[in-house]
């Protein structure tokens, strides 16, 4: 039997925005942040989460599965409602 998904279900919205622009806006499955712990992930229906986010590469695997990385100099990550705010220092 074939399994079936509807990617809406497994996607969340993720912005990813600078002073000067927005990077990135899209639906997104994955999620990778750099911590000030080191690397962490955040999937569709995680519990809602503020953080500082340090010097790094942020990872966003889209819903059709392409992966984009995008450089920040630090900043600071929301999620609330299947929706990430990354809020970054360029």
Request: aromatic share 4%; charged share 25%.
């Given at each position: 039997?074939?399994?079936?998904r509807?990617?809406?279900?497994?996607?969340?919205?993720?912005?990813?925005?600078?002073?000067?622009?927005?990077?990135?806006?899209?639906?997104a499955r994955?999620?990778?942040?750099?911590?000030?712990?080191?690397?962490?992930?955040?999937?569709?229906?995680?519990?809602?989460?503020?953080?500082?986010?340090?010097?790094?590469?942020?990872?966003?695997?889209?819903?059709?599965?392409?992966?984009?990385?995008?450089?920040?100099?630090?900043?600071?990550?929301?999620?609330?409602?299947?929706?990430?705010?990354?809020l970054?220092?360029?």
């Open positions: 039997m074939l399994e079936t509807n990617l809406k279900l497994e996607t969340m919205i993720v912005e990813i925005v600078t002073p000067d622009e927005k990077i990135f806006e899209g639906e994955h999620v990778q942040l750099p911590g000030r712990e080191g690397l962490f992930g955040i999937l569709n229906n995680h519990a809602p989460i503020i953080s500082t986010l340090v010097k790094g590469r942020v990872k966003v695997e889209a819903a059709n599965g392409d992966i984009q990385y995008f450089e920040i100099g630090g900043g600071v990550v929301e999620m609330n409602n299947n929706k990430v705010i990354v970054a220092e360029k």
